[in-house]
């Protein structure tokens, strides 16, 4: 069992798209200042520090940066079982879901980082990150504080994250060393998220979210809220909103997945911060993070092994397997798929060699290698990201 997991805000920093420009899936990057009419390849590749800290730049450049990295693990042909994402995260994992369309959801993170923002301008607050410490210490310093403070991250076994009022996060903090905690880092945030201090984003996210279009999920999602596995789109629109005000329930989220047979648990996106967390709580299970297209090689290596092949074989047709020397080429979009006549096994490829077109896409292959087969065939309606053909690379 495959699960993906996302991260949140925290994770962006500047330039954080220059290793994908080159990249087939840096295509979504386009698709994405469209559909928002603003310049996101600015936001990826020259956006500095200060500005893009900002959280609804820092929402929009994580969610996007996330969408590219998963669109290039997809076109290997790597599938998960089940998703689940750190407070923004759980949106690029409800796309990566299929319960939530790519528009909408550049759309609701574009809205809740604006929300976000304006709520933390309405109401000063901090966060802080409790390490050494047991949960239940940790709600006990805070509520021994009289003051606004609430834990609003479960991290990981012993990091625990609290948000209130400056002054109540510092009496939390000063409380929680006196419990036994190793030490408090202030963080460098806008606002208190995931208290009840985000109660005015809440409301105005609703709005957004009631526009969307949220669908059955076609894998399980483990939201926030509850760290509990959902399907349903009706369920969504309670869970995202609630998320806000709630704290975010991971190192919960990481134990079900655990439980519920996971043995491959691979974060996609900017940075490794869910890596170190999955490996703190999980035993047994690798954990892996793709960040650059140079970890998706790693990705399948990783996977071609022995012992993570034997749970978690990538399935590419007909009881083959894809390992680290092999790729797939994917459809970039939906229609008819009309094979070249050059498409044949054997055929040698170089990057942007046609092998055929999807209504009026040009079915290009990103690799070099050798043709193994096709996996659609002619007249055949296909789906964007489903798999056309399968080559070697070495």
Known sequence: MIVFTFPGQGSQKPGMGEAWREHPSWELVAEASSVLGRDLEALLLHTDADELKLTDNAQLSTFLTSLVVLDAVE??????AAAAGHSLGEYTALVASGALAFDDGLRLVAERGAA??????????????VLGLDDDDVEVACARVDGDVWVANYNAPGQVVIAGEPEAVAEAAEVAKELGAKKVMPMAVSGAFHTPFMAPARERLRKAVDAAELREAEL?????VDARAHT?????????GAQLCSPVRWRQTLDHIGEAGARVVVELGPGNVLTGMAKRTLSGVTTLSVSTPDDLDKLLTALATPEVAEVAEVVVHEGEHLFATERMVVSPGAGIFAPAPTAEAGLHLVPGTVLGTVGDHEVRSPFEGVLVGMLAVEGERVTTSQPIAWLRTA
């Open 75 to 80: 076109r290997l042909g790597v599938e998960p």
């Open 232 to 240: 349903g789109g009706d369920e969504w629109a309670g869970l995202l």
């Open 116 to 129: 976000m923002r304006a709520a933390a301008t309405e109401r000063t607050g901090t966060m802080a990150a």
């Open 220 to 224: 399980p999602v483990y939201a926030n």
